[in-house]
């Protein structure tokens, strides 16, 4: 049975929003990690371990101490690996000295409505596709069937505008806007590629509330706004 690592990470000094991942985003006042936390031990059962990697105090403050210990572990990052000048590369190459596991499922607190649901059936799919299957790792993403304008070369770049100018959008070959919730990749895809994904992922495609990502301000107030329940039409 492949062992499956969940790697969280959460680094201090968040420039565009202060303190994103630990001020109160709940109506509760439950933090961005406190929340992803408690969406992430509804599949402990599922997984092997659960690795928080920091370098924030206020997630060290803000771990459940009944939770410590067992599944759940965290770690503390060295400061050049948590800055926002660290480059992904070095991160992704810090992974597996710090997780055990044969697959590496990487999850991110700024998608707060991908939820245990989500992570189960990006689960079934590393199972079924990648374990079992043809694939090599399970990437999520937003499936985008609209009319994407390059502007370097003056032209629509999805569609032969020869052939005919405006097609409907469903006739569109649709593209995939990578959404950083998750991504799940093999030990041996780490070492041997260096790299979250692998050169023939599967597609976890997103809808609705599950496609927000919070990285700006407007981000944080409208996911806010949404599990509170407010009218944000208004």
Known sequence: MAKVSVFFP???GSTRILRKNTRPFRPDGRSLFQHKLEQLMQVAELVDEIVVSTNDQEVFDQMPADLKGGKL???????????????????????PGIVSGDYIFWVHATSPFIDDSDYRSALELLQSEVIS???????????IQQFIWDDSVKKIINTDRSVNPWPNTQDLAPLYEINHAFYINSRK??????????????????????????D???DFALAQAMISGENVNA
Do not use: H, Q
Not at 133 to 143: F, L, Y
């Open 10 to 12: 959460l680094r201090a």
């Open 73 to 95: 572990k965290i770690v503390r990052r060295p400061d050049a690996l948590g800055s926002s000048t660290t480059k992904v590369r070095d991160l992704i190459d810090y992974v």
């Open 133 to 143: 299957g043809p694939k090599d790792s399970v990437m999520s993403v937003n499936k």
């Open 189 to 214: 895809n780490y070492v041997e590629i260096g790299d979250r994904i692998g050169r023939d992922p599967v597609l976890f495609c997103c809808e609705g509330l599950k496609k927000i990502d919070v």
């Open 216 to 218: 700006w301000p407007e």
